[in-house]
Nanobody, 113 residues
Framework: QVQLVESGGGLVQPGGSLRLSCAAS????????MSWYRQAPGKEREWVAR?????ANADAVKGRFTISRDNAKNTVYLQMNSLKPEDTAVYYC?????????WGQGTQVTVSS
């Protein structure tokens, strides 16, 4: 079965950094693009970043976040820098395969002083 397990969230001060991890299993990881999404209370889940099978990536947070992957470890990462209070949300790992979306349980990121 497909499993995605996020970790690395926590409390960080504005301007700080955090690195999230997503451990994947149950599918051929290296042949699928991976994404990060986030959801704040009362808001819709929004796309954060995506990385292709060949390492090309894109983000929706003006260059402050960087997505990467380690195929040997079946893990995708999200490096978050210059964090702002508005980045506070539950962050989810995602993969789309066979026409279906799969999600992890999420990891909480709180940016506050």
């Amino acid at each position: 079965q497909v499993q995605l397990v996020e970790s690395g969230g926590g409390l960080v001060q504005p301007g700080g950094s955090l690195r999230l991890s997503c451990a994947a299993s149950g599918f051929p990881f290296s042949t699928y693009a991976m994404s990060w999404y986030r959801q704040a209370p009362g808001k819709e889940r929004e796309w954060v970043a995506r990385i292709t099978t060949v390492g090309a990536n894109a983000d929706a947070v003006k260059g402050r976040f960087t997505i990467s992957r380690d195929n040997a470890k079946n893990t995708v990462y999200l490096q978050m820098n210059s964090l702002k209070p508005e980045d506070t949300a539950v962050y989810y790992c995602n993969v789309k395969l066979r026409g279906s979306d799969y999600w992890g349980q999420g990891t909480q990121v709180t940016v506050s002083s």
